[in-house]
C-alpha cells in the first residue's frame, strides 16, 4: 500500500437503462469517467445519479447496459464485487461507527481482520498509511468528536486504505463548511492530478463543479441531457441541462424595510443545556425586527436545533426570556396563536405533521379547533375543514392524490409545501424557519424561497436558521453565525463575506 | 452471638461477604446483557433466563452429580432462549423490548413447570475457594469464602473489556451496536451478529441463575431470584456499556443488597426491611440520577431501541 502512484481506474457505464416496473429510472445512460480524472454528476433530486453509481458498485444489477473497468468489461454483482475490482463510495450520510475510533474504523472495515488485533502493529501500518495521504487526521479519538470535515476525510482516506482506487462521493460538501469544503475537495483534486485517485462526484452546487472537475455530465429524469469539459460550460448552460425548460418560481425583490419597523422577536439571556446535557446554549440580545429575514448560520450540531426547540415550545430553557412584540412568550398553542407566531421545523414531516393523519387534516392543525367567530369550537366540521384544505392546497400547489391520504405519502417537496401552507395562511408576525429547503429540488427550492421573502415583504419578522449559507446569502437582511451553543458573529448581508462567515462557523473567533 | 465477638466490624465484614455472595448473578446477568446490547438490542426477558437456568442447573447437577455440568446445561438452555429471542426480534417491525416481556414470563412459567419435581431433593453444590487462612477469626475466614463463579465472573469482566477493544468479534459487535447502516456497508450481518450477541447474553444470565440454585442460598425455589435479572439490564445503562462498570456496579448492588442483614446479625431491629429494601432503591435513584428528559445517554450504543 505504500506506493499509490498510477492507480487510478477509468470506469465507463454503455447503455445504463435501470427499470423498476414500469418506472425507468436510468434510460441508456452512457458515462465515460477517464482514469485520473474528476468527474462531477450533477442532477436533480430523483434524475437518476443515485441509481447510476449504485448500478456501478453493484447495489442494483441494471436492466440493461455494460459496465467497463479499465476499458474491459466487468459483471458487478455486488458491493463486494465493486471493491475487488477497486471501486469505493463515500455516501452522503457518514458510515463510519460513531463510538469507535478512526484507526479502530480503518482496521474493522478491511477485508480480513485478524481474529486477535495486535495494535502496536496496526498502529505502525496505520503511520506508515498515513504518510503517504494528504490528510492529517486524529486517529485515537472516536469518531464522533471530529468535526465533520474529519469525518469525511477519514472517509475517503478508509476507502483508499481499503485500496479503492476509483471514488464515488455523494454529495460530499453537504455538511462541510466553505472552507472545509475546498480544503477536502482540493486535496482530492490534487490526488487525482498525482494520477492516484479518479473521482466521480455527485453534486448539485455549480460552484464546486466548475472549481474543482474537469469534465461533468448531467442527468434529468433519467437521461443524460449533456456531458463534457467544465471549462466550456457555464452555469446558465448547466442549470438548463439539469431542469430543463420548466419555469422557476422568481424570488421577489425585497421590499425596503421602514426604520419604523417594530422588534417582534427580542430574546434575553436565554440558557438551556444541548441534547447531550454537556454543553450549554446561550443565545443573548437577538432581536428581529418586522420585515426583515435574520439568518443563523452555523455547521450542523452546534445548537441551532435546540434553539430552535426553545422556541418552538419543544425543550425547556433554563434562564432567559423571550419576548413577541414585548409580550413574553413560553410558545404555548394560546400565546402562538394571539401573537401570531408560525414555526417550521426541520424534517417537516417527522417535526411538524401527524404522519398517518391526513392531508386535510395535517393542512387544519392551527385552525381546527376554533370557529369562524375566533371561538372555540365543540364540534369539528369535515366539510368546513375539507373546504379550507381544498384551498390552502390549491394555493400553494400541493400536488395529492387525496385530501383525505396520509401526508406521509407526499413528496418531500410537497410535505413541505403543506407545512409552509398551514404555517402562512392568515396574519403571520414572526416565522422561525429551520432549513426549509433540505434535500428538496431546483423548483421547489426556488418556490419555497419565494414565499419566506413574500411573508417578508408582507410584514412579517423572520428567523432562519439554516445550514444551507448560499440560502441564507440569498434571504437574509442580517447574517448571524452560531457556534459552540452560541451566537459570535453578525453582519448585514450587504457586507457579507464568505470567508469571514465560514471562518465563524468552524469556530475561529 | 457470634457476631457481637468482633462488635461492629461484623457490619462492615458482613457487607463484603454478602458483596461477593450476593453480587455473583448480578455479575453474569448484565456481563451478558452488556454484550447483547453492545451489539444494539435489549433483551428484559434475562429475568425468566435466569430462573430457567437455576431450574436446569439444579435439575442436571441432581441427577449427574456434577455441579459443572449443572453450570453448562444452564448456559446451554439460556443461549436456546437467547437465540429464541434473537431469532424473534430480526423479523421487521418486532419490539424488542414487547418480546423480551414475553420471553421473561415464558421462561417462568417453564422453569416452574419442569422444576416442581426438583424442589424437595438435594443438589451438589459449588465449590468455593478459602481466602481467610491467614485469619483466626471465623468471621472472616467465613466471609472470605469465596466461590468460584464470583472468580471467573471477576475474569469475564476484564476479559470482555479487553475483547471489546482488541478482537474482532468485539469490535464488530460495537460496529453493530453503533451503525446498523455502517456494519452493513461493510458486509457484516447485523441481524446475525445480534443474534449471537443475544445467545451469548442468555447463556451468561443462565450461569448467573446456576450460580444461585448451586450455592447461594443453594436450593432450586420458586422465589428463588428476586429480580436480579430485570435488576441487572438497569444495571449495564448505570454502568454505561463498560463491563468493568458492570462488574462494579454488581458488587456495589451486592453489598447494598448485604446491608439489611448484615444490620440485623448486629441486633439492629427496627426498620431492618427498609434496608433489604437498599439495591432496588439503589436501582430506582441511578435510573432518575442518570436520566433527564433534555438530553440522550451518552456512550449508549446507537441501535439501542430505548436510546434511539
Known amino acids: 500500500m505504500a506506493h499509490q502512484r498510477n492507480k487510478a481506474i477509468g470506469v465507463e457505464t454503455v447503455g445504463m437503462t435501470m427499470r423498476f416496473g414500469s418506472f425507468t429510472a436510468l434510460d441508456d445512460v452512457s458515462v465515460r469517467v477517464q482514469a485520473g480524472s474528476f468527474h462531477a454528476l450533477l442532477g436533480e433530486n430523483g434524475a437518476g445519479k443515485s441509481t447510476l453509481v449504485k448500478c456501478m458498485m453493484g447495489f442494483y444489477h441494471p436492466t440493461d447496459g455494460q459496465i467497463m473497468v479499465n476499458d474491459r468489461e466487468v459483471a458487478i454483482a455486488s458491493p463486494r464485487d465493486a471493491a475487488v475490482l477497486g471501486l469505493g463510495m463515500v455516501y452522503q450520510h457518514f458510515t463510519l461507527v460513531p463510538s469507535l475510533t478512526g484507526a479502530e474504523n480503518l482496521v474493522i472495515s478491511r477485508e480480513k481482520v485478524p481474529a486477535v488485533i495486535d495494535w502496536a502493529k496496526e498502529r505502525k501500518a496505520l503511520a506508515a498509511f498515513m504518510e503517504t495521504m494528504p490528510f492529517r487526521l486524529p486517529l485515537d479519538v472516536p469518531v464522533r468528536e471530529l468535526s465533520a470535515g474529519e469525518k469525511q476525510k477519514l472517509e475517503i482516506v478508509r476507502q483508499l486504505y481499503l485500496g479503492r482506487h476509483f471514488l464515488v462521493l455523494d454529495e460530499p460538501t453537504s455538511v462541510l463548511t466553505p472552507a472545509e469544503a475546498r480544503e477536502v475537495l482540493g486535496l482530492v483534486r490534487e490526488m487525482t492530478e498525482r494520477g492516484e485517485l479518479t473521482v466521480l462526484m455527485i453534486s448539485h452546487k455549480f460552484h464546486e463543479v466548475t472549481a474543482f472537475a474537469d469534465e461533468v455530465t448531467v442527468l434529468r429524469r ?29 424570488l421577489g425583490t425585497r421590499a425596503l424595510q421602514p426604520d419604523d419597523a417594530q422588534t417582534v422577536l427580542r430574546i434575553d439571556a436565554l440558557e438551556a443545556v444541548d441534547r447531550t446535557g454537556l454543553k450549554p446554549i446561550r443565545i443573548d440580545g437577538l432581536s428581529v425586527r418586522a420585515g426583515e429575514i435574520v439568518g443563523i448560520a452555523g455547521i450542523s450540531g452546534n445548537g441551532q436545533k435546540e434553539f430552535f426547540e426553545i422556541l418552538a415550545g419543544q425543550r425547556a430553557r433554563e434562564a432567559g426570556e423571550v419576548f413577541v412584540k414585548g409580550t413574553p412568550y413560553a410558545a404555548t398553542r394560546a400565546e402562538a396563536r394571539a401573537l401570531n407566531v ?93 432549513n426549509p429547503c433540505f434535500g428538496l429540488d431546483f423548483s421547489a427550492v426556488a418556490e419555497i424561497r419565494a414565499r419566506i421573502m413574500r411573508a417578508r415583504n408582507n410584514g412579517a419578522a423572520v428567523l432562519l436558521l439554516s445550514e444551507d449559507l448560499d440560502e441564507l446569502l440569498e434571504l437574509s437582511d442580517r447574517i448571524l453565525v452560531m457556534s459552540d451553543g452560541a451566537l459570535v458573529y453578525e453582519t448585514p448581508i450587504a457586507d457579507a463575506d464568505v470567508q469571514t462567515i465560514g471562518q465563524h462557523m468552524a469556530g475561529h473567533h | 452471638m457470634a ?12 457487607i463484603l461477604a454478602g458483596a461477593i455472595r450476593v453480587s455473583t448473578p448480578f455479575i453474569f446477568v448484565s456481563l451478558g446483557e452488556a454484550i447483547t446490547e453492545r451489539s444494539g438490542r435489549i433483551n428484559l426477558g434475562l429475568e425468566g433466563t435466569l430462573v430457567f437456568g437455576a431450574m436446569i442447573a439444579y435439575a442436571i447437577a441432581y441427577l449427574t452429580g456434577s455441579p459443572w455440568l449443572g453450570v453448562l446445561a444452564a448456559m446451554a438452555s439460556g443461549a436456546v432462549f437467547g437465540l429464541f429471542h434473537g431469532w424473534i426480534c430480526k423479523f421487521p417491525k418486532v419490539n424488542d423490548i414487547a418480546i423480551g416481556i414475553a420471553m421473561m414470563q415464558f421462561g417462568l412459567g417453564m422453569a416452574f413447570f419442569f422444576g416442581k419435581a426438583f424442589i424437595q431433593p438435594v443438589a451438589p453444590h459449588l465449590p468455593a475457594i478459602g481466602f481467610g487462612w491467614w485469619s483466626s477469626v471465623p468471621q472472616v475466614r467465613a466471609a472470605l469464602d469465596v466461590n468460584v463463579l464470583f472468580l471467573v465472573g471477576i475474569a469475564l469482566a476484564i476479559a470482555l473489556y479487553w475483547a471489546f477493544r482488541n478482537t474482532r468479534i468485539g469490535l464488530v459487535i460495537r460496529v453493530v451496536g453503533d ?125 439501542l431501541s430505548i436510546t434511539r
Not at chain 1, 233 to 240: E, S, T
Not at chain 2, 269 to 287: D, H, N, Q, R, S
Request: net charge neutral; proline share 5%; glycine share 12%.
Open chain 1, 222 to 250: 433519467g437521461k443524460m441531457t449533456g456531458t463534457g469539459k467544465t471549462k466550456d460550460l457555464d452555469h446558465r448552460v448547466l442549470a438548463a441541462m439539469m431542469i430543463g425548460d420548466q419555469p422557476i418560481a422568481a
Open chain 1, 342 to 434: 408560525r414555526a417550521i421545523p426541520e424534517e417537516p414531516l417527522a417535526n411538524a405533521c401527524a404522519p398517518r393523519m391526513s392531508v386535510a387534516e395535517n393542512l387544519s392543525f392551527r385552525s381546527f379547533d376554533i370557529g369562524a367567530d375566533g371561538k372555540p369550537v365543540t364540534w369539528v366540521g369535515a366539510s368546513a375543514m375539507n373546504a379550507f384544505a381544498a384551498r390552502l392546497a390549491e394555493q400553494f400547489k400541493v400536488k395529492t392524490a387525496s385530501l383525505a391520504s396520509p401526508i406521509s405519502a407526499l413528496s418531500g417537496g410537497n410535505v413541505q409545501r403543506a407545512v409552509l401552507a398551514r404555517e402562512l395562511t392568515g396574519d403571520v408576525d414572526l416565522l422561525i424557519v429551520s
Open chain 2, 3 to 14: 457476631a457481637t465477638e468482633i462488635g461492629l466490624w461484623g457490619v462492615p465484614l458482613a
Open chain 2, 179 to 303: 451503525s446498523s447502516d455502517a456494519a452493513r456497508a461493510m458486509g457484516l450481518n447485523p441481524d446475525a451478529v445480534r443474534l449471537l450477541a443475544t445467545a451469548a447474553g442468555g447463556a451468561l444470565a443462565a450461569a448467573g441463575g446456576a450460580y444461585l440454585s448451586l450455592y447461594y442460598p443453594g436450593s432450586w425455589t420458586e422465589g428463588i431470584s428476586s429480580g436480579q435479572g430485570l435488576m441487572a439490564v438497569a444495571l449495564v445503562i448505570f454502568a454505561r456499556w463498560n463491563p468493568l462498570g458492570c462488574l462494579a456496579a454488581a458488587i456495589l448492588f451486592g453489598g447494598a443488597g448485604a446491608l439489611g442483614p448484615a444490620l440485623q446479625s448486629v441486633g439492629v431491629t427496627g426498620g431492618y426491611y427498609l434496608f433489604y429494601a437498599a439495591p432496588y432503591v439503589l436501582t430506582l435513584v441511578i435510573m432518575i440520577v442518570t436520566s433527564s428528559p433534555g438530553r440522550a445517554v451518552a456512550g449508549a450504543p446507537g441501535e
